[in-house]
Nanobody
Framework: VQLVESGGGLVQAGGSLRLSCAASGRTFGTYAMGWFRQAPGKEREFVAAIKWSTAYTYYADSVKGRCTISRDNAKNTVYLQMNSLKPEDTAVYYC?????????????????????WGQGTQVTVSS
């Protein structure tokens, strides 16, 4: 599976961005997909995740209510809609994919869970 992120950029605080992650591979629809971010000098952290069924979504407390993860399996694409952006949201955002179907709420939030990663897209929020 290859993942390519897009949609990052520079936005003012309070603005919105929609990140996209295009995946290759015929079994995309069965994969758990996650978004993570990494700010300079910090560890990569969980942002949001979605299982093969769009009924199962998960969010970090820091973005809950401001971000929405979704997927279009027909387009092999996962999205992260980010609203009310804050300067502390500034980071490189990474898309990740994993084929395991049994992922629990705890495991789906871990960097180490995911087998495939994109190259990342920069999001910068100015104050």
């Amino acid at each position: 599976v290859q993942l390519v992120e897009s949609g990052g950029g520079l936005v003012q605080a309070g603005g919105s961005l929609r990140l996209s992650c295009a995946a290759s591979g015929r079994t995309f629809g069965t994969y758990a997909m996650g978004w993570f971010r990494q700010a300079p000098g910090k560890e990569r952290e969980f942002v949001a995740a979605i299982k093969w069924s769009t009924a199962y979504t998960y969010y970090a407390d820091s973005v809950k209510g401001r971000c929405t993860i979704s997927r279009d399996n027909a387009k092999n694409t996962v999205y992260l809609q980010m609203n009310s952006l804050k300067p502390e949201d500034t980071a490189v955002y990474y898309c990740a994919a994993d084929p395991k179907a049994w992922l629990t709420t705890a495991y789906i939030r871990l960097v180490s869970t995911y087998e495939y990663w994109g190259q990342g897209t920069q999001v910068t929020v100015s104050s």
